[in-house]
């Protein structure tokens, strides 16, 4: 089994995804060869996004940033 993280491309009215040929020598992947895949959607995260329920940032307190 390969794992392998490449971008989806549009074709025509179609998607399609490209295997790099380093990836199909290893594997001994020929030209019309059928295939079988597990496609798993990954999702982008930002850092923000990842705080949506954090609580805000308050104020320091006057003796603390003394300390800092």
Do not use: T, Y
Not at 10 to 22: L, Q
Request: aromatic residues 10%; charged residues 35%.
């Amino acid at each position: 089994m390969v794992i392998i993280e490449n971008p989806v491309k549009r074709w025509g009215h179609s998607f399609g995804i490209v295997i790099p040929m380093d990836i199909a020598k290893k594997i001994n992947l020929k030209e019309g060869q059928i295939i079988e895949m597990e496609i798993m959607g990954k999702k982008g995260v930002d850092a923000f996004g990842r705080f949506k329920k954090a609580k805000a940032f308050r104020e320091e307190k006057e003796a603390h940033r003394e300390f800092w």
